[in-house]
């Protein structure tokens, strides 16, 4: 049975042109045995009539909050309540930026506000827009707030420009809200991250760290248990809010993260190190605090352990995918550090004083594996994470599928 059958579906179309697709969207709906209750924009009704989806979705097609006559039928509270998901396709960017901003001022709006079902939405728009920094900061916001974005496609749009904006194909939208009532991919997989800095200390008072914020190991966990896995997260000092369902353990130091990550890493299936390791800590750190008397201060410094090359030479350990924060020559050092470690995937991102990577939202990633690459645009973290824990599970479960025959 197709795991949308008999689901209530609550189709949103906001006012673009990939609305049309609308139509499509009911059908593919109807035909996987989903219950589909449309709700229309005021302005997605100039581009489709409310009668071709009555007719395809087999119920009244819903616009006005504040019509007497369509609030007896299904109150919007109630049909908030109906949806087991809310499917927004296409999601302009005005729709985007008024949900991003908790606005309730219409139907589709209020109704999102109003449901606990999980909120997908497909954006569509010139590919302008699509990254202008306010679309940005909304997108990051929602998926903040946990709503799922699909999309968008790259190509030829409607305005007749080419690039990133247009509505993904409804056979895409269909398999992303069949996962969702799936049990994922990575369901009965055990999943072991590292994130954020370590702190190590100088005296009592004083530590050489660095400026990562966790975020993008916090979003990778999300993003883990979004595919269904177990997940443990290993983090140093960060202020982020730890993602639903996973487990994480706090620790400070490079010694403390080896020793949290090296008594779990055996029995995990795959390990991704997104912290960002001190490499040296103060070889004899001071019991007090360090007063300043002398016109400079020399610190030695010791090698900290290699996590990530540890967990790497396990025998029969995890599926192991590191991190590399590079300033230069991007490629060729991720490369060395892919074969160095034994890795079987590496995702290496361009850091600097300022820009994406370290601390801020966005990132973007270029991921290595021997023999292949792929690259992940600036996007918001955590819809990078999506698209990485998406490769991960590509090639985890083609590993395992070739140890396994
Ligand atoms: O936390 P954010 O602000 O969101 O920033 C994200 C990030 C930039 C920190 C993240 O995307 C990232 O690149 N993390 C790895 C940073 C890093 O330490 O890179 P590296 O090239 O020094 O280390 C390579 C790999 O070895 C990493 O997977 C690291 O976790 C691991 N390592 C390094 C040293 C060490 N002693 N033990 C390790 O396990």
Known sequence: MNPLANRHVLLGISGGIAAYKGAELVRLLRTRGAEVQVVLTEAATAFVTPLTLQALSGRPVRSQLL???EESAMGHIELARWADVVLVAPASANFLAKLSHGLADDLLTTLCLATDAPIVLAPAMNRQMWVAPATLANRARLLEHGHKLVGPDEGAQACGEVGLGRLVEPGVLMSRLETLFSPGPLAGVS??????????????????????????????????????ARVTLVSGPVAVDTPARVERIDVVSARDMHAAVMSRAQGCDIFIGAAAVADY??????????????????????????ILAEVAALPGGPFCVGFAAETEDLE?????????KSLDMLAANRV???????????????LYWEGGSM?????????LAVDLMEVITGRYLAKSAAENT
């Open 375 to 383: 690259e992940l645009p600036v996007a918001p973290k955590e819809q």
């Open 332 to 340: 060729t050092n991720a490369r060395r550090k892919l074969s160095r």
């Open 191 to 228: 999943v072991l991250i590292t994130a954020g800095p370590t702190r190590e200390a100088v005296d009592p008072v004083r530590f050489l760290g660095n400026r990562s914020s966790g975020r993008m190991g916090f979003a990778v966990a999300a993003a883990a248990v979004g595919a269904g």
């Open 352 to 366: 600097g004083f300022s820009g994406p990577g370290f601390e801020s939202k966005e990132n973007s990633l270029s």
């Open 281 to 306: 800590r103060p070889a004899n750190p001071s019991p007090h605090k360090i007063k300043k008397a002398a016109p400079s201060l020399e610190l030695k410094l010791a090698r900290n352990p290699d």
């Open 67 to 69: 019509e007497a006559k």
